[in-house]
């Protein structure tokens, strides 16, 4: 199995949301997503830089999901 990386947690997170998306390679990874017709980009490093790089992840992508409404919590 593939080792997991900060842009397959992303990834992953816009799939359980049911959020189309796009990865565009280059230095960093940008996943860009649409919402509602709006196009949002979320950089993502290529290799984790510490341990908590894939929590780091999947935290900011979830919050800006929060705030378009598409998660419920905090």
């Known amino acids: ?11 992953a997170e816009l799939t359980a949301a049911g959020v189309e998306h796009r990865v ?3 230095k960093h990874y940008k996943v860009r997503f649409w919402v509602k017709g709006r196009q949002y980009t ?4 290529r290799t984790a830089s510490d ?10 992508v979830r919050r800006i999901l929060r705030d378009l409404g598409l998660l419920e919590g905090k």
Do not use: C, F, S
Request: glycine share 8%; no cysteine.
């Open 24 to 26: 565009d390679q280059g």
């Open 42 to 45: 979320y950089v993502a490093a």
């Open 1 to 11: 199995m593939a080792k997991e990386t900060p842009v397959t947690a992303v990834i």
């Open 51 to 60: 341990r908590r790089a894939l929590q780091n992840a999947r935290t900011g």
